[in-house]
């Protein structure tokens, strides 16, 4: 079955500590994002790329990199800069942006910093 | 920037009961996307709206398009516990830019 896949489903990790979350797709999806979600809020947009080797900041990139070297994967990385990490992170695929195609999420990480 | 904003922000309904939640845009909207996230899972996409007035039906929900494509609504009639869950909207400005999410809507449906 073709689909998201995001590890760890839960992350622990001691403040000041950088942490990198995977994402994997083999949905064959040019297109790939980050999202982070908070406590009874939407989802906000940490980056985004559209094709391997080319990535964009999104609404909340501060703190936050990320690279696509593969088509498949697209790791986000949460640095110590990043005030408040604690939240729940979604990655999240589509055929191609600008054609206005459906979003396919993963099942998420939810990161606690302490 | 464009905002989406989405009421109400909770909604606790007795099964059987109707349901609707409303999303606004700041700006005209080129497209608008309905998501469902259920109580500890991720989005799933439910739809896409793309036309002015345009109207969808997926059994029980109707999703509505605006006439001048800045808001857009979702309708469930008769809930059941099964339509639990948070509702987002997701909208998409003409200038081709990244979808906007609304705050979402959290349904809950006593039985």
């Known amino acids: 079955d073709g689909g998201i896949t995001q590890s760890p489903k839960y992350l622990f990790r ?42 964009q900041k999104g609404d909340i990139a ?38 206005n195609s459906p979003l396919h999420f993963g099942n998420g990480t939810r990161l606690t910093v302490t | 920037g464009q905002q989406v904003m989405q009421i109400p922000q909770y909604q606790h309904v007795q099964e059987g009961e109707d349901f609707t939640t409303y999303c606004n845009s700041s700006t005209t909207l080129s497209n608008i996307q309905w998501y469902k996230q259920r109580p500890g899972g991720h989005p799933v996409f439910l739809i896409q709206l793309v036309k002015s007035g345009e109207v969808k039906k997926q059994k029980r929900l109707t999703f509505q398009f605006g006439e001048a494509k800045k808001n857009s609504s979702l309708h469930i009639t008769a809930t059941q516990t099964t339509d639990v869950g948070t509702y987002f909207c997701a909208g998409r400005g003409n200038a081709g830019n990244m979808l906007t999410f609304g705050g979402g809507t959290r349904l809950m449906v006593k039985p």
Request: hydrophobic share 30%; glycine share 4%; aromatic share 14%.
């Open chain 1, 14 to 55: 001691k403040e000041g500590q950088n942490v990198t979350l995977s994402c994997e797709q083999n949905l064959n999806h040019d297109a790939m994002y980050w999202y982070r979600q908070d406590p009874g809020q939407g989802l906000r947009l940490i980056y985004y790329s559209q094709i391997v080797n080319d990535f």
């Open chain 1, 62 to 99: 501060e703190g936050y990199s990320v690279s696509r070297e593969k088509k498949e994967s697209f790791p986000l990385t949460v640095t110590s800069a990043q005030k408040n990490p604690t939240a729940f992170y979604l990655c999240a695929s589509s055929v191609r942006d600008r054609f």
